[in-house]
């Protein structure tokens, strides 16, 4: 009986002593699970409206810390280490913190813990938050929380995966369940932008941007950069602008990029120039910000700065193609032909063949590759800019020059008929054509194509030179000689004016000579003569000159001198003429031998069919036609002709060289990313430990104030100090 009581007494004690100890964990973790909802609520929230800089937040942040600090006294009571439950509760505070590596990592210590249903999807959570696009689809299924949730995440799946007829089809459905959720609408906008269905994009845009939140903020941006990708720049400029006045807004690099572009696009690239400037101020390391501002830098003929900003985009993307399209163009425009197209070819991808604003960049490209002589290269150039700019004189004007550079006048006279078709008012492709006629003789034409380029522009020296000419054939020689001693006193450089003044005087010559003015005919020759040599001193180059130097040697019958000039530079002029001197020496044999010789160099020519007809039928009693010599009757050649056979003189001109100083226009180029939203189920919870845990049963002791004992120094030796 006794020994029974023992054992109640014990059983009494035990129950005791375990009542005073022991309690279930869930009583001690509720006592911090406010905390933990109130964090989660915040945490779904700021995530759930796009805004994780409030897991940043002051407030957030002490809440956050609070819940940990009650986790850890509450972990710290229990000797037993339950893996699983660590692993969830460690990863489940790092989401809250927003730190999705950490949370993988504890999640995955142990492949285990990876088995339960309820780590399998905070795993799964933790990589959507981290953005992991791969297998994301079986990620989701996991995740989802409502049904237009997961219609609207499989639509992103779907487009992830390209399939884009599943993608379109489950975003709608996810509007059509909830028509005024902003994130649903916008996402969708950005899926038709990335189709270029630019109009379907901009409904859904607009749609949310008078909504207050987010997503209806960015709707503006959106709006903006749809336009621009339609070429509505302007209303991209007013979209731009209205976001920037908001205060709310976040993408201010963006929007001050988009609104750089919309300006240039507007070519005020003034304006473009310093929103282009805050662009790179806010994001200094944007290779397209960079490039922006040297297009427009470009486009103001600044084209050292515009280098140093391509150097600068190149240094930071080293392949970007449109930074080395940039650099092309400067190098072209500072006549750096072979480094401009060797930066054109870097940039081959970056120019848009079936783009209308590329005609600038294409045009460059083909003047590069033609001073290089790469006309394959440049026709091709040419043709294309032909297509994208039907109304365009340029192509046709530039294309001419290398015709006539390669001395097929036809062909060039033919392009340039285009090219003044497109743009009747362009003073040196008149001036170029007019040229042209003067080389087929058509003297009356090129003087209403003279007149018409002087009109346009009274400084054109070659119309004025040109015109000079056509006064002369109209036996004007009064009026010709003023209007070239007029441009020489302005251009005394050119050689050209020198060479035609002599022609003009050596004309006055003979004139003066059949009218029996032996004294003006005299001064005229020598001067003609001094024309010719100082035409050929100025510009040595101009072998041709020594034929019209003979010339002037043959009217002062030093025939010697004028057949050692004609031998100088041989031409069909110089050979037609040793045959003249021949003639009017007698010298039938060598005369006819001459002609013959001309004739083979050019057997259409006129004047040397004329001359020769004469010859045969004065020297030789032969009758032969003399095809287009009736042509020439009442021309000046035949008309001051002293011995009746004409002498050819050599005009000299100079062709137009076409420059393009309209501003460069550069393609407008935007970066416009795509960022997934996925809305996963941010549904989690924290564990409670099981097992023992011990309270300590041991009072704290109430701390008892005592006044700190204040020690004397002792005294070292016996001096005693006396008092002060």
């Known amino acids: 009986m006794r020994r029974y ?29 406010d905390t933990f909802q109130y964090v989660h609520q915040d945490f779904t929230d700021a995530l759930s409206a796009h805004e994780p800089e409030r897991l940043r937040s002051r407030e957030y942040q002490a809440n ?25 509760n460690d990863a489940v505070l790092s989401i809250l913190n927003g730190d999705y590596n950490a949370a993988q990592r504890a999640l995955e210590r142990s492949p285990k813990n990876l088995e339960n249903s309820q780590i399998q999807q905070l795993h799964a959570l933790a990589r959507i938050l981290k953005k992991e696009h791969s297998s994301q689809d079986s990620l ?49 906008g950005d899926f038709y932008y990335s189709q270029g ?16 939140n987010y997503y209806g903020i960015q709707a503006y941006l959106k709006t903006g950069s749809v336009a621009l990708a339609m070429k509505k720049y302007e209303e991209a400029e007013e979209n731009f602008k209205y976001y920037l006045y908001i205060e709310k807004k976040k993408n201010i690099f963006e929007a001050h990029l988009g609104l750089a572009n919309a300006l240039y696009g507007r070519k005020n690239f003034r304006l473009s120039e310093k ?36 150097e600068r985009a190149l240094e930071i993307e080293p392949s970007n193609q449109f930074a080395y399209l940039g650099k092309a163009i400067v190098l072209y425009k500072s006549g750096n032909y072979p480094d401009a197209y060797e930066a054109f070819k870097n940039a081959k991808t970056a120019v848009d063949l079936n783009n209308p604003e590329m005609t600038d960049v294409l045009l460059c490209r083909a003047i590069t590759c033609q001073n290089l002589g790469k006309e394959r290269e440049s026709n091709a150039d040419f043709e294309t800019i032909m297509k994208l700019d039907p109304e365009s004189a340029v192509p046709y004007a530039a294309l001419s020059a290398q015709y006539i550079a390669k001395l097929q006048f036809a062909k060039a006279e033919e392009l340039l008929n285009q090219a003044i078709a497109k743009d009747p008012d362009n003073d040196k492709i008149r001036s170029n054509r007019g040229n042209l006629n003067l080389y087929f003789e058509k003297f009356e034409k090129a003087s209403g194509d003279f007149y018409r380029a002087l009109a346009i522009n009274p ?9 000079a000419i056509t006064l002369l054939e109209n036996d004007e020689m009064e009026k010709a000689l003023s209007a070239l001693d007029s441009l020489i006193y302005r251009n005394p450089s050119k050689a050209y004016l020198y060479n035609n003044r002599g022609i003009v005087k050596a ?85 006819r031998k001459y002609f013959d010789i001309a004739l083979q160099l050019d057997s259409g020519s006129s004047v040397i069919n004329y001359n020769k007809a004469r010859l045969l039928k004065e020297y030789f009693g032969e009758m032969r036609a003399s095809g287009k010599s009736e042509s020439i009757q009442q021309s000046i050649q035949k008309k001051y002709s002293k011995d009746g056979f004409i002498t050819m003189y050599l005009y000299d001109g100079e062709f137009e060289k076409y420059t393009y100083e309209n501003a460069h226009f550069l393609p407008v180029h935007f970066q416009n990313d795509f960022e997934y939203h996925y809305l996963p189920n941010y549904k989690m919870s924290l564990m409670p430990f099981t097992g023992i845990y011990f309270k300590s049963t041991k009072k704290k002791s ?23």
């Open 275 to 310: 929103e282009f400037r805050l662009a790179v101020h806010y994001k200094n390391h944007s290779a397209f910000a960079h490039i922006g501002l040297g297009n427009a830098l470009c486009s103001q003929q600044n084209y050292k700065l515009a280098m140093a900003e391509f």
């Open 5 to 33: 009581h023992i054992h109640i007494l014990i059983a009494v004690f035990m129950s005791l002593l375990l009542g005073a100890c022991r309690t279930t964990s869930s009583s001690v973790f509720h006592e911090f699970q």
């Open 702 to 724: 109430k701390q008892v104030y005592r006044e700190p004992k204040v020690y004397s120094p002792k005294r070292k030796g016996n001096v005693i100090c006396p008092p002060l």
């Open 459 to 467: 400084r054109n020296v070659s119309a004025k030179n040109g015109l």
């Open 197 to 212: 269905k630019f109009e379907l994009a901009l409904q859904d845009f607009k749609k949310i941007r008078d909504e207050n």
């Open 140 to 188: 989701l299924n996991t995740t989802t929380a409502s049904n237009s949730n997961k219609n609207y995440n499989s639509g992103l799946v779907f487009w992830n995966q390209k399939n884009f007829g599943n993608a379109e089809a489950a975003l709608s459905l996810a509007i059509q369940e909830e028509p005024k959720n902003t994130l649903f609408r916008i996402t969708r």
């Open 64 to 88: 956050l810390n609070e819940l940990r600090e009650s986790y850890r006294q509450n972990a710290r009571l229990f000797r037993l280490r339950d893996t699983l439950r660590k692993a969830n």
């Open 507 to 591: 004309y006055l010559g003979v004139r003066n000579d059949m009218e029996h003015n032996q004294n003006a005919a005299g001064k005229f020759y020598a001067e003609s003569l001094a024309d010719f040599n100082k035409a050929h001193q100025t510009d040595a180059s101009r072998q041709f000159y020594y034929v019209n130097v003979g010339n002037a040697h043959k009217n002062i019958n030093d025939f010697p001198e004028a057949l050692k000039n004609y031998q100088i530079y041989t031409s069909k002029s110089g050979v037609n003429n040793m045959s003249v001197i021949y003639a009017a020496q007698n010298n039938k044999k060598d005369a």
